[in-house]
C-alpha cells in the first residue's frame, strides 16, 4: 500500500512537471519591435534578394525609376513611420551612388499600412556600353523599425543595357531558341541591337530582350518575333538581303567581320 502511494504521488508530481513545461513553451503573441525586410514572402525567396533591370526592354529610355517592396514583420501605426535605406558594399558592386543610381530618401511606411516601396532612380550611363552596372542596398534599424527577415535586409541590383541576355545561348542545360541558325543565330552587340528595336512597340513603349524555352516547348509568338525582325531587316536595310549584297541601304556587323545581318535563317 506504501509503495502505491508512492506510485501516485510520484507520477502527480511529474505530470504537473509535465503540465507545466508545455505552459512554457506554449507559442506568446508577437511582442517584439516591429521589423522591415525586402520583398515579401511570394516576391523574394530567402537568400536570394535581388533584380535584373535591362535598359534594352525600354530602349527610348534613358532613365527609370525601380520601385522595390518592404515588408514589415509587426504591427500597422497610426501614423506614418520612416526606414532607412543605405548603399551596401559588395565585392560584386560596380555602380557608383548619384550617378549610375540614386536613392530618393526618406522612405516611409504609411500610416495603417504593412508594406512600402523603395523607388530608385537609374540611370543608363556610358557603363553601360560595355557593361551592366551592380548595385546593393541595405536596411538599417532605426526607432521605428528593426531588421526582419535576415536574407531579405539586403536586395542587389543589376542594370544592363546591350548585354548578351542568359537565356540567348542557354537556359539551364537547354539549347536557346535565338542561338539556332534557324532564328537569330550568334549573338553580337550589333544583331542584338536590331533585334530590339525591330521588336520594340510604340504603344507598349517596351520590346522583347529575351527568349527562354526549354527543350519540349518553345512560346508560339517566337514564330512571330522571328518574321517580324526579318522584315524589319528587309524594309530598313534592303542591302542585306539583295542579290548582289549590298544594294541599297545596308547594316553591317562589327563583331562579325563586318557581315551583313540576316536572320531566319541566321548567316553567322
Request: hydrophobic residues 40%.
Amino acid at each position: 500500500m506504501k509503495r502505491k502511494i508512492q506510485y501516485k504521488i510520484l507520477g502527480g508530481w511529474l505530470l504537473a512537471l509535465a503540465m507545466y513545461s508545455c505552459k512554457q513553451t506554449l507559442p506568446t503573441m508577437f511582442s517584439e519591435h516591429d521589423a522591415v525586410y525586402f520583398g515579401s514572402p511570394n516576391v523574394f525567396k530567402a537568400g536570394s534578394s535581388s533584380i535584373e533591370y535591362s535598359f534594352a526592354k525600354f530602349p527610348r529610355k534613358t532613365i527609370d525609376t525601380l520601385r522595390i517592396p518592404i515588408s514589415v514583420l509587426g504591427n500597422a501605426a497610426a501614423a506614418d513611420r520612416e526606414f532607412i535605406v543605405m548603399p551596401a558594399d559588395s565585392s560584386i558592386v560596380n555602380a557608383t551612388p548619384n550617378v549610375d543610381y540614386k536613392l530618393l530618401s526618406p522612405y516611409k511606411v504609411e500610416a495603417n499600412q504593412f508594406n512600402a516601396t523603395v523607388p530608385v532612380i537609374i540611370y543608363r550611363t556610358g557603363k553601360l556600353d560595355s557593361t551592366s552596372y551592380t548595385f546593393a542596398l541595405k536596411l538599417v534599424a532605426n526607432q521605428n523599425f528593426e531588421l526582419g527577415i535576415s536574407a531579405q535586409t539586403t536586395v542587389v541590383v543589376t542594370v544592363s543595357y546591350m548585354q548578351k541576355p542568359l537565356t540567348w545561348d542557354m537556359v539551364g542545360t537547354n539549347v536557346g531558341w535565338a542561338v539556332y541558325p534557324n532564328n537569330f543565330g550568334t549573338w553580337t552587340k550589333s544583331k542584338y541591337k536590331l533585334v530590339v528595336d525591330a521588336l520594340y512597340s510604340p504603344v507598349a513603349d517596351s520590346s522583347i530582350t529575351s527568349f527562354p524555352h526549354d527543350r519540349f516547348w518553345t512560346a508560339p509568338e517566337y514564330a512571330q518575333y522571328r518574321q517580324i525582325v526579318r522584315n524589319y531587316i528587309i524594309a530598313n536595310y534592303p542591302g542585306n538581303y539583295s542579290t548582289p549584297l549590298g544594294v541599297g541601304a545596308t547594316l553591317r556587323d562589327p563583331d562579325a567581320g563586318n557581315a551583313v545581318i540576316q536572320v531566319a535563317p541566321a548567316n553567322y
